[in-house]
């Protein structure tokens, strides 16, 4: 479904208040009837008196040359002669102040929609720490700033966060994984985006070889710094393999009742200890 921005509907308004105004001098030149003299017919007749010897009666009277019906002569009358071009002005200038109260009344409401609303996003596959570590706090700080993937073990399950101010509501999440080398590429050789992967009729049998799953099992996902591990969305060791890309979408709803969407691209790395972003699809591949 294509969306139409704000600022694209404020263009296309205004865009028709110029060509109401600047039109209405083209439709008088084009459509009004040019002034005409106008013509009369004298007519009459004699009426004899009723006597012999009275004198007759001339009655005369007059009749316009080419009368049209009333409904033209109104038509005329009302967008030709009584409805000026200041009129038409300050039709078109009330119009205008309509558009601008009704952007900026819009465009409050979307910039609160906008502050107040749900971000959710993938962040990458999670598993389940080993105990490699004796020392407690040596074991609480390496999982929190230096984590590698050789700390933990499958199954590993894709970890969701919301970074909003509220609540969203996921409607289907659907994820795959693929080697580096089999993910399509454009012309420049860049990574395509995955929406348009997942979209496009040009990458179906992309999909029916390496996507894994969906899912559109409804969550609520409230805004918190810790990240859920998302159980409907699980790999096992041997299919988190080094040199793979684990990528996917997250569409959901926020509590306007708007949809977006998120995208992800992982490439596993290091041996498989880390992950690298891919694709754009954290920049610019969500909405």
């Known amino acids: 479904m294509i969306r139409i921005s704000l600022k694209s509907w404020f263009i296309i308004l ?68 009584d409805f ?17 109260g009704w952007f900026t009344l819009k465009s409050a409401d979307d910039n609160t929609k906008r502050k107040e609303r749900a971000y959710i996003a993938c962040a990458g596959l999670w598993g389940i720490p080993n105990d490699a570590v004796q020392n407690q706090w040596l074991n609480e700080w390496l999982y929190r700033h230096r984590a590698q993937a050789s700390m933990f073990h499958g199954p590993w399950r894709m970890a969701i966060h919301n970074r909003g101010q509220t609540a969203g509501f996921t409607t289907k ?53 810790e990240v859920l591990h998302y159980r409907h969305c699980q790999v096992t060791d041997e299919e988190r393999k080094p040199g793979h890309i684990f990528f996917g979408r997250i569409k959901y709803k926020d509590v306007f009742g708007d949809p977006h969407y998120s995208t992800f691209a992982l490439r596993i790395t290091d041996n498989g200890n880390h992950t690298d972003g891919v694709a754009d699809a954290y920049s610019d591949d969500h909405d």
């Open 84 to 100: 000026r071009l200041t009129d038409w002005a300050l039709v078109t200038f009330t119009y205008m102040l309509a558009i601008v």
């Open 173 to 225: 999440v659907e994820w795959g994984m693929c080697p580096d080398q089999e993910y399509p590429r454009n012309c420049h050789g860049k990574y395509v985006r995955v929406s348009k992967i997942l979209n496009n009729r040009r990458y179906a049998g992309f999909r029916r070889q390496f996507m894994m799953g969906f899912t559109e099992i409804q969550d609520i996902l409230v805004p918190q710094d």
């Open 14 to 81: 205004a865009f028709s208040g110029a060509l109401l105004f600047f039109g209405y001098p083209l439709k008088e030149n084009l459509s009004c009837p040019k002034e005409q003299k106008i013509g009369w017919n004298i007519d009459g007749y004699i009426k004899p008196g009723p006597k012999k010897h009275e004198p007759q009666k001339t009655e005369l009277f007059a009749i316009q040359k080419n009368s049209s019906g009333d409904a033209q002569d109104f038509s005329d009358k009302y967008f030709c002669k």
